[in-house]
């Protein structure tokens, strides 16, 4: 097969994938956060902040949480609310507790054992969800869902590929050793004696 039926057949291929539908973007993993805030968020004007306020040795409470712009979280009666890890709570659309904003650093409830907290921010009429995990000071993992109003399962770090980047994947494969191939079999010198020749 030449080099130029190999370009066209890959383009062709490559023509027909589809693209990835939904990917669990993680914006921050394994952060202190206990000598100073940490905000992070997608968008520059929607962020979240997280900063560690104990106020007695054993407080089970001490992580303040703030928002701007369009950016909320989980909140019961005005107060940012967690859920905990086990077992694992989806954010979207029909969460319980519902989403609000918290423009004044707000204290949430019992952080200081695994808990997640659900996240949300706008863009044009879509909410994009997501969840911030931490333990006390420590947040674990911060991940967003790439695809608007689609819930997340608190916890998801990484999709699974599709079918169609598997298929390109194993195609891309086959035509470069198909490529390799080709280009060993010239390569190689014909050693072997003509049969015509005669001493």
């Given at each position: 097969?030449?080099?130029t039926a190999l370009y066209v057949a890959a383009l062709a291929a490559s023509a027909f994938a589809l693209p990835a539908s939904a990917a669990v973007v993680v914006v921050a993993s394994n952060v202190d956060f206990s000598g100073s805030p940490f905000?992070?968020?997608?968008?520059?004007?929607d962020t979240f902040t997280l900063s560690y306020?104990?106020?007695?040795q054993f407080d089970p409470s001490p992580v303040l949480v703030q928002t701007s712009g369009t950016a909320q979280?989980?909140?019961?009666f005005g107060a940012p609310s967690v859920a905990f890890t086990d077992p694992p709570t989806t954010f979207g659309p029909a969460s319980f507790p519902g989403f609000g904003s918290v423009p004044v650093a707000g204290r949430a409830s019992f952080t200081l054992t695994d808990s997640d907290l659900g996240l949300r921010y706008l863009v044009g009429s879509d909410y994009f969800y997501g969840y911030a995990r931490f333990a006390g000071s420590m947040l674990e993992s911060a991940a967003f869902?790439?695809?608007?109003?689609?819930?997340?399962l608190a916890g998801a770090t990484a999709a699974v590929p599709e079918i169609s980047t598997w298929a390109m994947m194993i195609l891309g494969?086959?035509?470069?050793?198909a490529g390799l191939r080709t280009r060993k079999a010239r390569m190689i010198p014909d050693l072997t004696p003509d049969p015509v020749m005669r001493i």
């Open positions: 097969m030449s080099r905000t992070f968020g997608v968008t520059p004007g306020d104990s106020r007695e979280v989980t909140t019961v869902e790439s695809t608007p109003n689609t819930p997340i494969f086959g035509f470069v050793g």
